[in-house]
Each structure stands twice: as structure tokens, then as C-alpha cells.
């Protein structure tokens, strides 16, 4: 679940982008949840797609470091402080989320910036070094241990719980519908049926989709970048995936695409993989509550998020597992 794109930065994009967002959008309060379509909208100023990567770096560099003790005391963040950088498993193209500059080629975003705030709570500097997976390699990596962590809008599922471990959740969505923006055919999930869609294998969408549209012929793609391709050339007729990242497509391609109906099915709490029975979820948990009582994960969603999407109100993070 990626969502792909490169950055906006022309007078004309930013201000088409700010409008679709902002008309398909709402704020929202209750627990870490994405920002939800509605039917109607009002304008705003404040959105900007850019990333201010001025106030990014003044929340990443203003993180917290953990005393030698707390290090030292687990195993897995102790190994973590030796090798002097933390390894991370995410992507470089995820718009609101993990997405490398074309400029200086630094990786920012929600995800991105959680992950260098641990690395910086652990060795007491934010490098990490960042390994792409997709839906179908995130729990390998951890498993041959290439990686440490994996930060990519990881779905907490039962079936991955039974491979790696689970630190969180930091934030929660749900599924969304992407479009043509000329589409005028689909405007809820029942329109699906009967309806050619693009999911990414290895995520949740295949099963979301039988359950929600059980009419609808199915297509897995490996990427989000097939898929909103797919979309573009009419070779399939809508895009599910989570709606968060349905925003980064938005953003990006203000002018091709649109979310369309209510957000639907369940609950989809992402959280931080890790590796299976060691004792780096206990560290990582306690480490998100930290940053979840100071207010960095709320600073961090509104420079990534919120400024980006127009939506003003913070949400309440999850409970932690």
C-alpha cells in the first residue's frame, strides 16, 4: 500500500490540487483516523501540497534521545545503538509518507519521520538506512534480518502477526475509492459491482473488495505507480486501497484523479513491523507513547498530513496494543 508520485511545485498544480482536495475533504477527530471524503466542501488558503522541509527538520532534529540505560536495558534497540544506524524497510514514493526529494534526495514523510525520530531516540541521531520493499517483501526482510523496522503503512493483520511483530498502531484508516476524474459512473463502494479494480497484491485490498463489492472483478498490481497507470490508460475502472494513501495520489495528480463515496470497510490500524520474538516492540511502544504524550507525532502529522490536505483538525492517535 504506496502511494507514488513525484512533487508538486508549479503555481498551477498546487492551486488545482489544493482545490480538489480540499472540496473532497473533512476534518476530523477520534483515533488517528484518515481525513474523510465528503459531499460537500469548503475552500482554504492553508493548503499546500509541498512539504515544508524547514519546520520537517526542526521536528526531526528537535527529538528526543534515550539515556544509555533505557538502551541498554533492551536487546534489540542496544543492537540498534552499536551499528550506529537504524535499517528501515520502506519506500521513496509515497507521497504523504515516505517520499525521496528530487532535490537533495532526502526521504520525508509521516512514515519517514517516525522513523528517524526512533532512530534518533535510539542512537541520538536520525540516520537510518532505508531499504524499498513492497506488499509482498515487507515481512522477509525482517525475517532474513536486512532490516530493523519497517515503516510503509503496514496493515496490523492477524495472518502478519504470525510471521514478524507489531509495534503500535500509530494511526488507523480505512479503505477508499480512486478515480478518473472524469468518472462519473462510481460514487460509492456498491458501484463497484460489475466494475474492473486495481488493488495491490500482498495488501488487504483483494479481500476488501470481495467482501464489500463481491460483484467486482479483481486485478492485483505490484505498485501503486501500475495501478493509478492503469487507471490513467482505462484498463481498469477504480483504484481501493488505504484512503490515506489515496490522498498522496490526489495530491499529486490533481487534474487525473478523485476519491469518491465514504470511506468503508474496516478499521485498518497500520503499525511498525518488527522482528518475531524479539523485544523491540516493547521498546518501540513505549517510545511512541512518549512522542504521542509531548506532541511531536501530532506536530509531525500536521507538517505531513494535515497542511498538506487541508485538514485542520489533529486526530487523537490510536491506542496502543
Known amino acids: 500500500m504506496f502511494a507514488l508520485g513525484t512533487r508538486l511545485s508549479k503555481k498551477a498544480a498546487t492551486t488545482a490540487a489544493a482545490i480538489m482536495i480540499v472540496t473532497g475533504l473533512v476534518a476530523v477527530a477520534g483515533c488517528g483516523e484518515a481525513p474523510a471524503p465528503s459531499a460537500s466542501g469548503s475552500s482554504s488558503s492553508s493548503v499546500n501540497p509541498d512539504l515544508d522541509t524547514a519546520a520537517y527538520t526542526k521536528i526531526i532534529d528537535g527529538g528526543e534521545t534515550a539515556d544509555a540505560s533505557t538502551v541498554d536495558a533492551n536487546t534489540w534497540a542496544k543492537a540498534v545503538k552499536a551499528a550506529g544506524v537504524l535499517k528501515v524497510g520502506g519506500t521513496k514514493t509515497s507521497t504523504l509518507f515516505s517520499l525521496q526529494s528530487t532535490s537533495d534526495n532526502k526521504v520525508r514523510g509521516f512514515d519517514a519521520g517516525l522513523s528517524q525520530l526512533l532512530a534518533k531516540y535510539i542512537i541520538g541521531k536520525s540516520d537510518t538506512e532505508l531499504t524499498v520493499v513492497d506488499s509482498s517483501t515487507r515481512e522477509s526482510v525482517l525475517q532474513n534480518g536486512t532490516v530493523d523496522s519497517v515503516f510503509a503503512t503496514y496493515s496490523i493483520t492477524s495472518e502478519r502477526k504470525q510471521k514478524i511483530d507489531f509495534a503500535g498502531p500509530y494511526y488507523v484508516s480505512q479503505q477508499a475509492i480512486l478515480v478518473k476524474k472524469t468518472n462519473n459512473d462510481i460514487s460509492s463502494v456498491k458501484d463497484l459491482d460489475g466494475k474492473k479494480v486495481g488493488v495491490q ?5 483483494p479481500d476488501v473488495v470481495k467482501e464489500n463489492a463481491s460483484g467486482a472483478t479483481v486485478q492485483e498490481f505490484q505498485t501503486d505507480d501500475e495501478i493509478t497507470q492503469a487507471l490513467r490508460q482505462g484498463r481498469i475502472d477504480a483504484y481501493v486501497v488505504d484512503q490515506t494513501l489515496l490522498l ?10 478523485k476519491i469518491v463515496g465514504e470511506p468503508f470497510g474496516d478499521k485498518d490500524p497500520y503499525g511498525i513491523g518488527l522482528p518475531k520474538g524479539s523485544d523491540a516492540a516493547e521498546f518501540v511502544n513505549a517510545w511512541l507513547k512518549k512522542i504521542e504524550a509531548d506532541g511531536t507525532w501530532a506536530k509531525l502529522w500536521k507538517v505531513t498530513i494535515g497542511d498538506r490536505t487541508g485538514v485542520t483538525e489533529v486526530p487523537t492517535p490510536p491506542t496502543i496494543e
Open 201 to 205: 497484491a500482498g495488501s488487504t485490498g
Open 248 to 257: 498522496g495520489d490526489v495530491v499529486k495528480n490533481p487534474n487525473d484523479f
